[in-house]
Nanobody, 127 residues
């Protein structure tokens, strides 16, 4: 049974940084592509960033490109989301997602491509 546990959320001032972690268990991590999504009350979950199973390919939402960086450590079965230059509009619950991938180089941007999700971690950007 795949388990994904996010951590690292919190309250940060505009312009600040946070690093989210997603620890995975119950899977062969190197066979899974990973993604980060976020959701605010009353809105649909939206794509933030994705990374291929090899780590060699990444995708980002236009709204976070140049500010967020996704990475992974296959030896530790963990994926990370480094968030810099945070804005109030980045406030949301952030979810980690995983999908078993045949492709080594695909970083999936659609939520429907993922079959395992974490519980989420709250990120609040406010002064």
């Amino acid at each position: 049974q795949v388990q994904l546990v996010e951590s690292g959320g919190g309250l940060v001032q505009p312009g600040g940084s946070l690093r989210l972690s997603c620890a995975a268990s119950g899977l062969t991590f190197s066979m899974y592509a990973m993604g980060w999504f976020r959701q605010t009350p009353g809105k649909e979950r939206e794509f933030v960033a994705a990374i291929s199973r090899s780590g060699g390919s990444t995708n980002y939402a236009d709204s976070v490109k140049g500010r967020f960086t996704i990475s992974r450590d296959n030896a530790k079965s963990t994926t990370f989301l480094q968030m810099d230059s945070l804005k109030p509009e980045d406030t949301a619950v952030y979810f980690c997602a995983a999908t078993r991938s045949v492709s080594y180089s695909t970083a999936y941007t659609r939520g429907s491509a993922y079959d395992s999700w974490g519980q989420g971690t709250q990120v609040t950007v406010s002064s």
